[in-house]
């Protein structure tokens, strides 16, 4: 168990570290921050930040050397930057990295576990789609098995014409059949050392152009009624990987129940609702699991809950928000740069009393 003011060692210097980070100080931690030289928006709440490039493992070591513990904020943190860490300091198990890394293992690592994938198939040449498209049919996704997020590495195949135009760069990929639901939504849940589980409430989901728009509360009958099966799968999954910390699993429910999408070893988007929704938020209770303190409650504690990003240049007026709503949580992320298609922040509405 870490003792107050100690030391958290975070990988990756985005939104999610930020939160972290915030949260860890309001329990008297500090934070050290890790990532390539960038628009590192972590930095600004941490006590301390190295940008050097994930292959400096002497920088890698100087990081590691002021830590009681290493964490992580996104799962594309390369394995041979994880090595570098002292496996003693290391929460959760890189294990959790390495199957949420490569779309293959991890459908196949689901499944496994008696989850449901959409149909796949690993694709490595055009003759590879083409016959994927064959048995699977289309209109389907191809999805780079590596490196995708936010719908980054997708393309839409519609016909069997478009998988002959399709021009191979050399990459693993895996083709995902389309599948019809009537919601999307995500399980996440906290893990302690000692295998105590505990999820939040579970949001309805809409997506636009492969990233997350809103997150919503309650989600609807849709999704209740196949909450706990999908639990179950995710619970699995935890323990399966002897996971420590924040785990989101993404599901689509569907007239044949839930059906599993990913798997992100971490704090998630779709849980930002958490911080001020529920008892405990998502990023307090991951710093909670990973310094090995007791968990919060995960109880939801309003009746309704909308959580929605702000991406791109709506941020130049966020402000506008705090004026026409002032019950309005706005959340900025510092980011520089207000490009199309980047997250910028998000704000949460929440009303009614539960129960």
Same mark, same amino acid.
């Given at each position: 168990?870490?003792?107050?003011?100690?030391?958290?060692?975070?990988?990756?210097?985005?939104?999610?570290?930020?939160?972290?980070?915030?949260?860890?100080?309001?329990?008297?931690?500090?934070?050290?921050?890790?990532?390539?030289?960038?628009?590192?928006?972590?930095?600004?709440?941490?006590?301390?930040?190295?940008?050097?490039?994930?292959?400096?493992?002497?920088?890698?070591?100087?990081?590691?050397?002021?830590?009681?513990?290493?964490?992580?904020?996104?799962?594309?943190?390369?394995?041979?930057?994880?090595?570098?860490?002292?496996?003693?300091?290391?929460?959760?198990?890189?294990?959790?990295?390495?199957?949420?890394?490569?779309?293959?293992?991890?459908?196949?690592?689901?499944?496994?576990?008696?989850?449901?994938?959409?149909?796949?198939?690993?694709?490595?040449?055009?003759?590879?789609?083409?016959?994927?498209?064959?048995?699977?049919?289309?209109?389907?996704?191809?999805?780079?098995?590596?490196?995708?997020?936010?719908?980054?590495?997708?393309?839409?195949?519609?016909?069997?014409?478009?998988?002959?135009?399709?021009?191979?760069?050399?990459?693993?990929?895996?083709?995902?059949?389309?599948?019809?639901?009537?919601?999307?939504?995500?399980?996440?849940?906290?893990?302690?050392?000692?295998?105590?589980?505990?999820?939040? &409430?579970?949001? #309805?989901?809409? @997506?636009?152009? /492969?990233?997350? !728009?809103?997150?919503?509360?309650?989600?609807?009958?849709? +999704?209740?009624?196949?909450?706990?099966?999908?639990?179950?799968?995710?619970?699995?999954?935890?323990?399966?990987?002897?996971?420590?910390?924040?785990?989101?699993?993404?599901?689509?429910?569907?007239?044949?129940?839930?059906?599993?999408?990913?798997?992100?070893?971490?704090?998630?988007?779709?849980?930002?609702?958490?911080?001020?929704?529920?008892?405990?938020?998502?990023?307090?209770?991951?710093?909670?699991?990973?310094?090995?303190?007791?968990?919060?409650?995960?109880?939801?504690?309003?009746?309704?809950?909308?959580?929605?990003?702000?991406?791109?240049?709506?941020?130049?007026?966020?402000?506008?928000?705090?004026?026409? &709503?002032?019950? #309005?949580?706005? @959340?900025?992320? /510092?980011?520089? !740069?207000?490009?199309?298609?980047?997250?910028?922040?998000? +704000?949460?509405?929440?009303?009614?009393?539960?129960?």
């Amino acid at each position: 168990m870490i003792r107050p003011g100690g030391t958290i060692g975070i990988l990756g210097g985005g939104q999610l570290g930020r939160m972290m980070a915030m949260s860890a100080a309001q329990l008297g931690c500090r934070v050290i921050g890790y990532s390539p030289p960038g628009d590192n928006v972590a930095a600004e709440v941490c006590h301390d930040f190295f940008e050097n490039g994930w292959g400096d493992k002497a920088a890698l070591a100087a990081f590691a050397s002021k830590c009681d513990v290493v964490t992580w904020e996104f799962e594309n943190v390369p394995l041979s930057a994880v090595a570098a860490i002292p496996d003693n300091l290391l929460v959760p198990h890189p294990r959790a990295l390495e199957t949420a890394q490569d779309r293959l293992k991890e459908k196949r690592f689901v499944e496994g576990l008696g989850g449901k994938p959409a149909p796949y198939a690993p694709v490595d040449s055009e003759s590879d789609l083409a016959a994927a498209v064959e048995r699977i049919g289309a209109p389907g996704i191809l999805k780079t098995a590596r490196d995708g997020y936010d719908g980054k590495g997708q393309w839409r195949i519609a016909s069997a014409r478009d998988a002959e135009s399709f021009r191979f760069p050399g990459k693993p990929y895996v083709y995902e059949g389309m599948v019809e639901f009537d919601a999307e939504f995500s399980v996440i849940l906290v893990r302690d050392a000692d295998g105590e589980v505990r999820f939040w &409430d579970s949001t #309805a989901n809409v @997506h636009s152009g /492969g990233m997350l !728009e809103t997150s919503t509360l309650p989600a609807g009958e849709a +999704v209740e009624a196949q909450v706990q099966q999908a639990r179950e799968i995710a619970r699995q999954t935890a323990e399966a990987l002897n996971y420590v910390g924040v785990l989101t699993l993404e599901f689509f429910a569907t007239k044949s129940g839930p059906v599993f999408n990913e798997m992100a070893p971490r704090v998630h988007n779709s849980g930002h609702w958490t911080i001020e929704g529920a008892a405990t938020s998502q990023f307090e209770n991951h710093i909670r699991a990973v310094c090995g303190l007791p968990l919060g409650s995960t109880e939801t504690r309003f009746a309704n809950i909308e959580m929605r990003n702000i991406v791109g240049e709506d941020a130049l007026t966020a402000y506008d928000i705090l004026g026409e &709503d002032t019950e #309005a949580h706005l @959340h900025l992320y /510092g980011k520089a !740069e207000a490009r199309e298609g980047r997250k910028m922040g998000h +704000v949460t509405r929440v009303s009614g009393s539960r129960g």
